[in-house]
């Protein structure tokens, strides 16, 4: 069925698992210390299977009704949240579109997770069915925020499917960590979000508004492959997500209120990730642009907040936050930071790379054995460049570079003798009276260090 083995490096075997008829689909469950983990993994192909303009694909999901289970209905003029941990696992893709081998990753995802809740709206003249999809990863989610709806043809029955905007502000990584993200929704005000947001239900939004008339019937978590906007799959793709602490809340003696909900009654209550500052980004092999997330930073650098590390192989530009490290692939990629400071590792390649108002520190590797020429643009006093490796043969020259960008070059040779490169536009040699070169190691890793104390060049 699937690459992703049904065995977790944190939790071990699981204690149950049964696969879909077709083996498209499994969910395995794993016991850690008494905490169970919820374990989906989802997958499609080999054949082509997806559609760039419907919907229809394998997905699986988990499914609970906590008003039948409570005995009562949950009304939804009474407060109603739900909070999960989740994590992607893994994600794996083996496929082409057109002629071109595809990476699974941010930039390019194929597979969709989410959760949603159903909420049936009944009276004499109105019976409504609508689901409430908020998405935890999502190749779509800018496209459309009504998916689906169908009036029937006695003009009062509605069946509808709601993507709501404000809830999507929490999307997961395609490769998460090992630490699950915590996730909170306002299930009242993605209803609220619907009917303003459902064409046929915004012409009945006198009556709608009422959320006395709305019962809470049940939620769902779960993945879907390959759906509208994904490119048509020619291979095979997976994507595993990892639930725990499942929590459904809802207050009986409180009246619903937007102006006293948390967090001013929007639909996304809070996120550990989707607070996370957005990486703006342009994969440039394939054309495709948008906003990823950085995880949080766990690593010794003092100050930096967050991570971004690009596991694909095209050629991409990055926007990145404040307190950002980030590292690229080993395409020709363009970082560049605005404030704070900032840990960029452009990867291989050669890549321009620029510094923004705070106090930046570049890394280039000479350590790959992958030829590698940087450009660092505004280089100027507080800032740092280390070449990791071990490096011999530096040269400098003046006048090098890309036309426009030419200026101060440093040449060496890298650990496996590849070629080296760095190049710091409007400088010349005469700079290098106040530049500070050196070198060092850390643990077992040998290190060039550049930093410039009074640079000609405007801050």
Not at 184 to 202: H, K, S
Not at 366 to 373: D, I, N, V
Request: aromatic fraction near 10%; charged fraction near 10%.
């Amino acid at each position: 069925m699937s690459s992703i083995s049904d065995f977790d490096p944190l939790y071990g075997a699981s204690i149950y698992s049964i696969s879909s008829q077709n083996n498209s689909g499994r969910l395995s469950v794993f016991n850690n210390g008494g905490q169970f983990i919820y374990d989906m993994c989802e997958s499609v192909g080999p054949t082509t299977v997806a559609s760039t303009s419907a919907y229809g694909s394998p997905d699986l999901g988990l499914q609970t009704q906590p008003g039948l289970l409570a005995g009562a209905a949950i009304t939804m003029d009474r407060p109603v949240t739900l909070s999960i941990d989740a994590r992607i696992r893994e994600a794996d893709v083996a496929y082409t579109n057109g002629t071109t081998v595809q990476p699974f990753s941010d930039t390019n995802p194929l597979g969709t997770a989410g959760m949603g809740a159903v909420v049936t709206f009944n009276s004499a003249n109105l019976h409504i069915t609508l689901f409430l999809q908020a998405e935890l990863a999502d190749s779509r989610f800018n496209t459309m925020p009504v998916a689906y709806q169908n009036t029937s043809s006695d003009g009062y029955t509605t069946t509808a499917i709601y993507n709501d905007m404000n809830a999507s502000g929490a999307m997961l990584p395609y490769v998460t960590g090992d630490t699950p993200e915590k996730i909170d929704w306002n299930i009242n005000a993605m209803l609220e979000d619907a009917i303003q947001g459902v064409p046929t239900l915004a012409a009945h939004a006198a009556q709608l508004d009422n959320l006395a008339g709305w019962d809470f019937s049940s939620i769902y978590v779960g993945l879907e492959m390959g759906g509208i906007n994904a490119p048509t799959i020619q291979g095979s793709a997976s994507l595993d997500l990892q639930l725990s602490n499942l929590n459904l809340a809802y207050d009986p003696a409180i009246k619903y209120s937007a102006a006293t909900a948390p967090n001013g009654g929007n639909a996304l209550i809070s996120s550990s990730y989707g607070n996370a500052p957005r990486i703006q980004f342009v994969d440039t092999t394939s054309g495709l642009s948008g906003v990823t997330y950085g995880e949080t930073y766990n690593g010794p650098v003092a100050g930096i907040k967050s991570e971004y590390l690009y596991n694909g192989t095209d050629a991409m530009s990055f926007i990145i936050p404040a307190d950002t490290y980030i590292v690229g692939g080993p395409g020709n990629d363009c970082i560049a930071a605005t404030s704070g400071n900032n840990v960029i590792d452009g990867g291989g390649g050669s890549n321009w790379l620029t510094s923004g108002s705070g106090d930046d520190t570049f890394f280039v590797s000479g350590l790959s054995g992958q030829a590698t020429w940087d450009c660092i643009i505004n280089f100027h006093p507080g800032d740092m460049a280390t070449i990791w490796g071990n490096i011999s043969n530096i040269k400098w020259a003046d006048d090098q570079g890309a036309a426009g960008y030419k200026g101060l070059t440093l040449f060496a040779t890298g650990s496996q003798g590849q070629s080296v490169g760095m190049t710091f536009p409007g400088l010349t040699s005469a700079d290098l009276a106040h530049f500070s070169v050196s070198s060092g190691r850390i643990g077992a890793n040998s290190y060039l260090l550049i930093s410039d104390s009074a640079s000609a060049v405007a801050h």
